[in-house]
Antibody, heavy 127, light 109 residues
Framework: QLQLQESGPGLVKPSETLSLTCTVSGGSITSSTDFWGWIRQPPGKGLEWIGSMYYSGSSYYNPSLKSRVTISVDTSKNQFSLRLSSVTAEDTAVYYC???????????????????WGQGTLVTVSS | EIVLTQSPGTLCLSPGERATLSCRASQSVSSSYLAWYQQKPGQAPRLLIYGASSRATGIPDRFSGSGSGTDFTLTISRLEPEDFAVYYC??????????FGGGTKVEIK
């Protein structure tokens, strides 16, 4: 059974970089049919897709965050990571990692839904 | 970017009643690439429906999805106590630009 678990600091100072890691168990991050991604949820608010990455390095990001986001994959550890730079209080949220299955349509990888999800980790941006 | 608008914001119903949740897209969602999730307090979202109408593994058949184009519906035929939660829709028709709706809270009347 595929499981994902987020880890990382729960408190980050404004203007610094938020860094989180997601560890995948029960399956391989080098799966040819999956992307691996991050979603966040500010307290009391809705869900926002941050970005997703394939094990080979192909990545897609939410345009609203693209300039500040980097997602990377470490196949040796079966992990993928999120870095979000220049954070402000508006980046305070529960951050989830999740698997996204894909299909190939005319040679293009099409991302689908998110399943399963990690349990989420709260990151607070405050001095 | 496809914007998803969910309505109503809150639905107040009693156990045993039927719940009908709406998700409307700002433009047509190709191939009915729409998913629904359930989220309970303090928990991660759980996939319920994908492809607008296909139930995910282990999801009870009281949950059903329908719709195409710009209008989609999640129906819970008879509400069980554990169904009171927040529900989100998500489109992947404009992949890789993935977007979520704002959510509908189903609460006990």
């Amino acid at each position: 059974q595929l499981q994902l678990q987020e880890s990382g600091p729960g408190l980050v100072k404004p203007s610094e970089t938020l860094s989180l890691t997601c560890t995948v168990s029960g399956g391989s991050i080098t799966s040819s049919t999956d992307f691996w991604g991050w979603i966040r949820q500010p307290p009391g608010k809705g869900l926002e897709w941050i970005g997703s990455m394939y094990y080979s390095g192909s990545s897609y990001y939410n345009p609203s965050l693209k300039s500040r986001v980097t997602i990377s994959v470490d196949t040796s550890k079966n992990q993928f990571s999120l870095r979000l730079s220049s954070v402000t209080a508006e980046d305070t949220a529960v951050y989830y990692c999740a698997r996204t299955p894909i299909t190939m349509v005319r040679g293009i990888m099409v991302l689908h839904w998110f399943d399963p999800w990690g349990q989420g980790t709260l990151v607070t941006v405050s001095s | 970017e496809i914007v998803l608008t969910q309505s109503p914001g809150t639905l107040c119903l009693s156990p045993g009643e039927r719940a009908t949740l709406s998700c409307r897209a700002s433009q047509s969602v190709s191939s009915s690439y729409l998913a629904w999730y359930q989220q309970k307090p303090g928990q991660a979202p759980r996939l319920l429906i994908y492809g607008a109408s296909s139930r995910a593994t282990g999801i009870p058949d009281r949950f059903s999805g329908s719709g195409s184009g710009t209008d989609f519906t999640l129906t819970i035929s008879r509400l069980e106590p554990e169904d009171f939660a927040v529900y989100y829709c998500q489109q992947y028709g404009s992949s890789p630009a993935l977007t979520f709706g704002g959510g509908t809270k189903v609460e006990i009347k």
